[in-house]
């Protein structure tokens, strides 16, 4: 799964996901770029990584940002849109607040998730797709879930996830002339920082790491034929056995379905 040459920017990957992500696809050879609020600002994390400080609820800020990348590398050839809000004070009082029901939700949760998730894919897929669509070629993963589909924890994190999907699909719509391919991809339980806060109430037997979800991007951005998936709803671990791919501690955790979510 070789990258060389290839420019990638993955939003939010100070930690998490997108941490996993931006380190796997720098693993595979390409340059990239990570964001976030915390991330070391125009700082080289490592000969392949570079860090850029951004909000991406501050549209001048995410502007500023991909305008840099772009005057940096000249293009980009990989999106992955992980930056998300919402997850904050999972625990509060200790009580576990996740999935109480819609009208205990504090209504932060529901702004934080479209201000930081669904907005914040939406900019940063508007800011990269031309400089693909000039060179008729690159990948917009954006990360979702099974909750798209499905009741799962809470009604403001369905409803989002369901937003994304949709958001992938008609993106796909819009760039399939221009050879720009747009996926939905659906990660398992991650072993994310936030995750492991509640491990004791989570089962973690079918869990991924997440530089799991990373090889999965790898292995699409370096499929010659990725153009087959646009518009559709990929799942990291059933790409696993597509393309071959194990996960760090080399198991391969059960693709999941919707019967099993």
Not at 44 to 69: P, S
Not at 76 to 82: A, F, G
Not at 102 to 125: H, T
Not at 212 to 238: I, N, Q, Y
Request: net charge neutral.
């Amino acid at each position: 799964m070789s990258l060389d040459g290839q420019v990638a920017v993955v939003t939010g990957a100070t930690r998490g996901v997108g941490r996993g992500v931006g380190h796997e696809l720098a693993r595979h050879g390409a340059r990239v770029f990570v964001t976030g609020r915390s991330a070391p600002d125009h700082e080289r994390l490592d000969e392949r990584i570079t860090g850029i400080r951004c909000d991406h609820r501050v549209d001048t800020q995410v502007d500023a940002a991909f305008n840099e990348i772009v005057r940096e590398a000249n293009a980009i050839d990989i999106l992955v849109n992980s930056v998300w809000g919402g997850y904050e004070r999972m625990i509060d009082g200790g009580e576990f607040t996740w999935p109480r029901p819609f009208w205990e939700q504090p209504l932060w949760r529901w702004d934080a998730m479209f201000a930081a998730g669904v907005r914040a894919y939406y900019q940063a897929s508007r800011l990269a797709a031309p400089s693909m669509i000039a060179r008729r070629r690159g990948l917009i993963v954006n990360i979702s879930f099974w909750a798209a589909q499905k009741h799962i924890g809470n009604v403001a994190y369905g409803v989002s996830k369901a937003a994304t999907d949709k958001m992938t699909a008609d993106m796909a719509t819009e760039l399939t002339p221009y050879g720009v391919t747009v996926v939905s991809l659906y990660p398992g339980l991650v072993r994310t920082e936030k995750v492991m806060e509640a491990a004791q109430w989570l089962d973690l037997t079918n869990s991924e790491s997440p530089e799991f979800v990373g090889r999965a991007v790898a292995a699409l951005a370096s499929d010659p034929d990725v153009r087959r998936h646009t518009g559709r709803v990929l799942v990291a671990a059933a790409l696993a056995k597509e393309y071959g791919f194990t996960d760090v501690d080399g198991t391969t955790p059960r693709p999941l379905t919707l019967a099993d979510v």
